[in-house]
């Protein structure tokens, strides 16, 4: 039923109360499973199947049931007083052909189970009729007695709904559900003489035929729910037609939704030195389907620290990599080292598709400079009662290249000089910078600031008493 809707439909009827249930909306089956069995059967309750079933005195007894579209298998659980066991089988397909067969003195509308291979008369005026299982529905078919023809089509425009359409020797159109249980006269034909209806097809909306003349050949167009003609054209020498359009197939192809395997290289947006913050180009579709939404997708980031000797390696080869997963086009790695080099790479998966070991082409990039440590050997030198000059040695610990290195003098807590922390180049290892404007016969407190700028600046200090 729809969810907004204040009424509902009944369309199986349990053997017992349901424990679980599951939707298949591709093929439009459901699973479900009681304490004793595991069933499944078409949305509209059509064809309902028992793939298991425990006997209530054995103490055992059915819990949990998953599906796992990718292999088309679904599993579920047996518990006992030993323990759990789990089970599983293949996903329920209802692959069925439909033919008519004549006998000597009728025609008999047949339906072949392409996966049970087994074949079952649906209508058939001569046989007695065989409605025990359906009897809770009403069935008419039989007590119709219908005198099939020869053209049948199958309406797959609507898996809710899904009907066989066929010709009687009267020339009346009738359709039906699957089982042949339910039969709705459309059209009649009845009194026309001459008139015989050839090469039966459909749209959602519309049922076509051909009806040979002694010149030419004529197409029809009728609406399928009321029996309407709509049109009807000559056309020279037509001896089978078929109608199509995307309304025919009642779901998505697959390729409209599973993605491909992911090519594109992961674009880093920004960074400090802990974290990188990722945009993920989006994946290519195997193709692109108008009116149809698409899946959430899952991201599979692999990334891992790439040292300087390793070359040629990757994720799926030589590089251990850890794995992050988002559903989101930006993501953000923490946890990082500092001015470090990382590898990453991305893959994909789906509700539909697992394409997670697909890797696309590996990117890398660095993190930021770390902390440097506190800088070496700071002395400061008076030159005046208004000016000293400070010098320092590059820290032991730089957490990235010296080049990179910003200064800055702190006077006293809250006075800069220079306004903003600058490169401080020389010729040796020992920096220096000058400071003036001071006032004599006071006591200051200066301290070397240095860090580095990329994504988040950090400073270290160290200071020296003047």
């Known amino acids: 039923m729809p969810l907004d809707a204040e009424i509902s439909e009944r369309v199986i009827m349990a053997s017992g109360r349901i424990i679980d249930l599951q939707l298949d909306p591709l093929e439009g089956y459901v699973y479900w499973t009681t304490i004793h069995t595991v069933d499944c059967a078409l949305l509209n309750g059509f064809y309902p199947d028992m793939i298991m079933e425990e006997s209530n005195f054995s103490n055992r007894q059915i819990a949990g049931l998953t599906v796992n579209f990718e292999h088309m298998m679904f599993y579920w659980l047996v518990q006992d007083n030993f323990g759990i066991e789990i089970y ?89 559900d699957l089982n042949g249980c339910q039969c709705w006269k459309i059209m009649n034909f009845i009194g026309n003489r001459g008139f015989r209806i050839k090469s039966l097809s459909m749209d959602n909306k519309a049922l076509f035929w051909i009806q040979p003349t002694e010149r030419n050949t004529k197409l029809f167009k009728t609406d399928k729910l009321v029996g309407s003609i709509l049109s009807q054209t000559e056309l020279p020498g037509v001896v089978r037609m078929i109608a199509y359009n995307d309304n025919l197939q009642s779901y998505p192809e697959r390729e409209c939704l599973i993605p491909r395997p992911y090519t594109n290289k992961v674009q880093v947006v920004n960074k400090t030195d802990s974290a990188l913050i990722l945009n993920i180009p989006p994946v290519e579709y195997m193709a692109q389907c108008l009116h149809v939404s698409r899946p959430t997708l899952t991201y599979i980031v692999h990334y891992g620290e790439l040292q300087d000797s390793e070359s040629n390696v990757t994720c799926s080869h030589g590089l251990e990599c850890a794995i992050q997963e988002n559903q989101d086009n930006r993501v953000e790695l923490n946890g990082l080292h ?28 660095w993190t930021c400079f770390g902390v440097p440590s506190a ?18 040695s590059d820290p032991l610990e730089p957490n990235g290249p010296l080049e990179e290195l910003r200064y800055q003098v702190e006077i006293n807590g809250n006075i800069f000089r220079p306004g903003v922390p600058v490169k401080i180049y020389s010729k040796n290892e020992q920096k220096s910078f000058q400071v003036d404007n001071l006032q004599g016969g006071k006591d200051y407190i200066l301290r070397i600031l240095l860090g580095m700028l990329c994504g988040v600046s950090h400073r270290t200090l160290n200071s020296l008493n003047n």
């Open 88 to 176: 599983q089988a293949e996903l329920c397909k209802k692959s069925i052909m439909f033919w008519t067969q004549k006998s000597l003195n009728s025609v008999a509308l047949v339906a072949y189970d392409l996966v049970k291979k087994r074949a079952k008369i649906l209508l058939n005026s001569q046989s007695e009729s065989n409605t025990s299982c359906f009897e809770e529905r009403n069935c008419n078919c039989t007590l119709i007695n219908l005198q099939l023809d020869g053209p049948i089509v199958v309406d797959t425009t609507n898996y809710k709904d899904t009907k066989l359409y066929f010709i009687t020797q009267n020339q009346e159109i009738w359709s039906s």
């Open 338 to 365: 500092s001015y470090t080099r990382y590898l990453i790479q991305v893959s994909v998966k789906s509700f539909y598709q697992d394409l997670s070991r697909n890797l696309g082409p590996p990117a890398v990039n």
């Open 375 to 392: 800088p070496e050997q700071v002395t400061v030198f008076v030159l005046s009662d208004t000016i000293v000059t400070v010098l320092w």
